[in-house]
């Protein structure tokens, strides 16, 4: 079977001096690459035990060490940087302490916002399949230069290094949106076919605080990915604007289904929650319950150590979610949101994403989260909690009037509170677990 370390070797051979990894000064080819792989594959292969853990930073490093021991024949469990020591303890005694099949290659830690992390076993078949599936719906070539930003350690940026490798094309790692400066300046490699993936929240700060400087870019940036998270119709459509020539992707993906379908709304409709057709790998299907079923190579193996939890999400070669949906009309793949996140007032069920969507299209909203709160007279209600821009003279009794002319009655917020922020994952997700009563 080929692995990705095999594309790897041949473009060490094909391409040697052609960039492989980028990092602020550090430039290293794909000859120097490899050599540096294959030297630390050697120090891994002599360690005992079957998984590696370790800690996903932003480095050239981690992508040699990452490849390194896959080459060795381990299991790479990457974990956010700054992972406490006894959760890291814990986690690589939880992968000593289980059976790792033969053909897995990374195990995944979840974020955890709906629960207990779980480790997501991920095949070599399925990364080959994940980075097929990129290739083949959003255009990768040879020549793409993809700016990771994300953590490492998390499928959303972690899968890009897959096509890129596969290609031969070139990465050039950052350290996140902390600093938007240093981010933008990644774009100034010498390229037209510049590539990243963003979640929403990022997005939405690029547009509000950095709009001129990412449109001076509009000629070198190839595509966007963005996923994770719903993307609002609004933020949509002004990044269209403002990057007339760049294919705009929404993807559905996660750490157990692999990347499934996505939707190029550049050149179709800014649709919010429209995720388009599968992928050549995947297929999908809705359940008699409304979420959203995955088939195909790209799915996890399971959980590590958790064959009963693998077995009720996973069986039957078919991959169940508690993502709800539908497909539209022309067979594209729409998410509603999750059945945990599904608010119950009154007897009518409110997916607090279709709210949300509405109040992110209101001029001056930064972002904002819809929640379940209590009232002391009439009990639970719909609460909106939201944070403004630098918009001088917004006025939230507008922004009522405005949501009563755009949501059914039954959908309108009871409660309003302006915040200084929304909390949110690591990886950019609004973290709902958070607000839960």
């Known amino acids: 079977m080929t692995k990705l370390d095999d594309y790897l070797i041949r473009h060490a051979e094909e391409r040697p001096e052609h960039d492989a990894l980028v990092c602020g000064t550090e430039c290293i080819s794909y000859a120097r690459l490899y050599e540096r792989v294959r030297e630390e594959a050697a120090i891994w292969a002599s360690v005992s035990g079957k998984a590696v853990v370790i800690r996903a930073t932003q480095s050239v490093g981690f992508i040699v060490t990452y490849l390194a021991v896959h080459l060795a024949g381990k299991?790479?469990?990457?974990?956010?940087?700054?992972i406490p020591d006894v959760r890291m303890e814990h986690i690589e005694q939880q992968v000593r302490d289980n059976d790792i099949p033969e053909d897995v290659a990374d195990i995944l830690f979840t974020t955890g916002t709906t629960g207990e992390q779980k480790g997501v076993m991920i095949s070599?078949?399925?990364?080959?399949?994940?980075?097929?599936?990129?290739?083949?719906?959003?255009?990768?070539?040879?020549?793409?230069?993809?700016?990771?930003?994300g953590p490492l350690n998390h499928i959303g940026?972690?899968?890009?290094?897959?096509?890129?490798i596969m290609l031969g094309g070139t990465i050039v790692i950052t350290e996140g949106m902390k600093n938007m400066d240093a981010f933008l300046s990644?774009?100034?490699?010498?390229?037209?076919?510049?590539?990243?993936?963003?979640?929403?929240?990022?997005?939405?700060?690029?547009?509000?605080?950095?709009?001129?400087?990412?449109?001076?870019?509009?000629?070198?940036?190839?595509?966007?990915?963005?996923?994770?998270?719903?993307?609002?119709?609004?933020?949509?459509?002004?990044?269209?604007?403002?990057?007339?020539?760049?294919?705009?992707?929404?993807?559905?993906?996660?750490?157990e289904t692999g990347i499934v379908s996505t939707y190029d709304y550049s050149c179709n409709e800014c649709i919010a929650g429209c995720l388009g057709y599968p992928m050549k790998h995947a297929s999908v299907f809705i359940t008699e319950a409304g979420s959203v079923a995955c088939k195909g190579p790209m799915l996890m193996t399971g959980y590590i150590g958790e064959p009963a939890l693998t077995h009720s999400v996973l069986h039957e070669e078919?991959?169940?979610?508690?993502?709800?949906?539908?497909?539209?009309?022309?067979?594209?793949?729409?998410?509603?949101?999750r059945m945990d996140d599904v608010i119950n007032i009154g007897g009518y069920k409110i997916s607090p994403v279709e709210v949300e969507n509405q109040v992110l299209a209101y001029p001056g909203i930064k972002e904002c989260i819809c929640i379940c709160a209590e009232h002391p007279v009439i009990g639970q209600v719909l609460k909106l909690l939201y944070v403004i821009d630098e918009t001088p003279d917004f006025s939230q009794k507008q922004l009522v009037k405005f949501l009563k002319s755009n949501l059914e009655a039954h959908k309108l917020p009871f409660l309003y509170e302006r915040v200084d922020k929304i909390e949110r994952t690591y990886n950019g997700k609004i973290n709902r677990n958070y607000y839960r009563i």
């Open 157 to 164: 940026s972690l899968s890009k290094i897959w096509p890129v």
């Open 124 to 149: 070599h078949r399925a990364i080959v399949s994940n980075a097929e599936n990129l290739i083949g719906s959003q255009g990768y070539t040879d020549e793409t230069v993809f700016v990771i930003s």
């Open 318 to 337: 078919v991959l169940y979610t508690s993502d709800l949906g539908f497909i539209d009309s022309k067979g594209r793949l729409n998410l509603q949101g």
């Open 75 to 82: 299991t790479v469990v990457p974990l956010e940087n700054d």
């Open 186 to 255: 990644a774009f100034e490699y010498p390229s037209f076919r510049l590539a990243s993936f963003l979640v929403p929240a990022s997005l939405r700060i690029l547009i509000q605080f950095a709009s001129g400087k990412l449109s001076a870019l509009a000629g070198k940036i190839d595509f966007i990915e963005t996923g994770a998270a719903p993307m609002s119709q609004c933020d949509m459509l002004v990044l269209r604007e403002l990057l007339p020539h760049t294919r705009l992707y929404n993807t559905y993906a996660s750490t």
